[in-house]
């Protein structure tokens, strides 16, 4: 990566529950930088959690409310860390504006080691509720080749966070 690229917002993508804030969190630390999620920024602006979202206005409403705040914080010029939700980066505008912008990270984790975490998130994510597990798997196997649209691909099933951090940092240089 060029010396241009360290003043580029980082990004990070991946399905929900790979680990993304846990990691954004560590890496905006390590580089002295402001951390967004945008989840909770979304939950802060509109004083709702992510799940009344879904359930009181919609699903759509939820993916125009993340497509016009990560298109917003891209084009703001002080470099952030941002944690994408699982499903933002579906979403074309927001593609472009994170791969214009930004430098893209991929927080990829297996199928088998995500599925043992489904008793963590199913509570607090609207979009596995009413699923089985084959469905859920094949959401998860579906957004694969659109999260493989990014910069670098980090693998965090068989490291624990703290080194995925340093991985992403290094990289940086
Ligand atoms: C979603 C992922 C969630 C949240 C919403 C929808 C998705 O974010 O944005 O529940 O469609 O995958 P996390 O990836 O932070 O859990």
């Given at each position: 990566i060029d010396i241009s690229s360290h003043d580029k917002h980082i990004v990070f993508i991946g399905f929900m529950g790979a680990g993304k804030t846990t990691?954004?969190?560590?890496?905006?630390?390590?580089?002295?930088?402001d951390f967004i999620d945008i989840d909770h920024e979304i939950e802060r602006i509109h004083q709702m959690p992510v799940s009344a979202i879904f359930q009181e206005l919609g699903e759509a409403s939820f993916r125009k409310m993340e497509r016009e705040l990560i298109v917003a914080l891209?084009?703001?010029?002080?470099?952030?860390?941002?944690?994408?939700?699982?499903?933002?980066?579906?979403?074309?505008?927001?593609?472009?504006?994170?791969?214009?912008n930004c430098i893209v990270f991929f927080i990829d984790v297996s199928w088998d080691s995500w599925k043992e975490r489904i008793p963590l998130l199913i509570d607090t994510r609207?979009?596995?509720?009413?699923k089985?597990?084959?469905q859920i798997e094949e959401l998860f196997l579906s957004r694969q080749s659109t999260y493989a649209m990014s910069?670098?691909?980090?693998?965090s099933s068989d490291m624990d966070a703290e080194t995925a951090a340093n991985q992403i940092v290094e990289s940086l240089k």
């Open positions: 990691i954004g969190q560590l890496v905006a630390k390590k580089l002295h930088r891209c084009s703001e010029t002080r470099s952030k860390i941002l944690s994408l939700g699982g499903g933002a980066y579906m979403q074309e505008e927001v593609r472009k504006a994170c791969l214009a609207p979009i596995l509720q009413n089985t597990l084959d910069h670098y691909t980090i693998s």
